[in-house]
T-cell receptor, first 115, second 109 residues
Framework: GAGVSQTPSNKVTEKGKYVELRCDPI?????LYWYRQSLGQGPEFLIY????????DSGLPNDRFFAVRPEGSVSTLKIQRTERGDSAVYLC?????????????FGPGTRLTVL | DAKTTQPPSMDCAEGRAANLPCNHS???????VYWYRQIHSQGPQYIIH???NNETNEMASLIITEDRKSSTLILPHATLRDTAVYYC??????????FGTGTSLTVIP
């Protein structure tokens, strides 16, 4: 079956612009996660959703970052007034449910470059 | 903050067992140990997880010490395709993972 997909695969933008990154989870997965990964580092947790609601957004670095999942499936990560330090690979993952027994399946990521 | 310590890099000969250590001395009683790996330019891939007992699946074995302060991931017969960064993670609920920098494993022909 189809895995987690993310679009676009690459995004180049200018400092100060607004960007949206999309994640399509595996069908039927109720939990969805966003991470970002800087060069040479492991993925850094941003936020996770259980259904439509953000169950934990403690990893969002500041109020320029926002994520939604209005119908409990597709999610969009939104970044306002982008800065060069936002350049990273943004990873999305989904799992059948939240909790310790549920494997997270990752997408290929969106590489964001802020010039 | 990552709660685990891993060596930054390791080599392993093809066909031999790869033993990847992880220290998690501050692990709490309800926290599981998870292992993921990330092959270059791909998203992380789940390998295995466990709480107290040793676990084995088709990919690997996970050995957790009795005091649960450390664990070892074993790839029994490493292949070139196992070259990747391996992350050891502790988490109570399996939700917000803190990956750290992992161990870069290179399998040598």
């Amino acid at each position: 079956g189809a895995g987690v997909s993310q679009t676009p695969s690459n995004k180049v933008t200018e400092k100060g612009k607004y960007v949206e990154l999309r994640c399509d989870p595996i069908s039927g997965h109720t939990a969805l996660y966003w991470y970002r990964q800087s060069l040479g580092q492991g993925p850094e947790f941003l936020i996770y959703f259980q259904g439509t609601g953000a169950a934990d957004d403690s990893g969002l670095p500041n109020d320029r970052f926002f994520a939604v999942r209005p119908e409990g499936s597709v999610s969009t990560l939104k970044i306002q007034r982008t800065e060069r330090g936002d350049s990273a690979v943004y990873l999305c993952a989904s799992s059948l449910d939240s909790g310790s027994y549920n494997e997270q399946f990752f997408g290929p990521g969106t590489r964001l470059t802020v010039l | 903050d990552a709660k685990t310590t891993q060596p930054p890099s390791m080599d392993c000969a093809e066909g031999r067992a790869a033993n990847l250590p992880c220290n998690h001395s501050t692990i709490s009683g309800n926290e599981y140990v998870y292992w993921y790996r990330q092959i270059h330019s791909q998203g992380p891939q789940y390998i295995i997880h466990g709480l107290k007992n040793n676990e084995t699946n088709e990919m690997a074995s996970l050995i957790i010490t009795e005091d649960r302060k450390s664990s070892t991931l074993i790839l029994p017969h490493a292949t070139l395709r196992d070259t990747a960064v391996y992350y050891c993670i502790v988490s109570e609920h399996g939700n917000q993972f803190y990956f750290g920098t992992g161990t870069s494993l290179t399998v040598i022909p």
